[in-house]
């Protein structure tokens, strides 16, 4: 069995006032203070978290 792919991302900028759905959306990514990074499965799900919240969160690591 291969092993599941993951992707790391990091908050960079702040979730205030900014709409709730997207505090949420970085609550749920396990990301809630800037330059905190979270190491998550990649599935289409954590990519359509990340899309919806890009201006606030960057990729530092793909694999």
Do not use: F, W, Y
Request: charged share 30%.
């Amino acid at each position: 069995m291969a092993a599941k792919k993951t992707i790391t991302i990091e908050q960079i900028a702040s979730a205030n006032r900014r709409p709730a759905a997207q505090a949420e959306t970085l609550r749920g990514l396990r990301l809630d203070k800037l330059n905190r990074r979270a190491t998550l499965e990649d599935t289409p799900a954590v990519r359509g978290m990340i899309g919806k919240v890009a201006h606030l969160v960057r990729i530092v690591d793909d694999k």
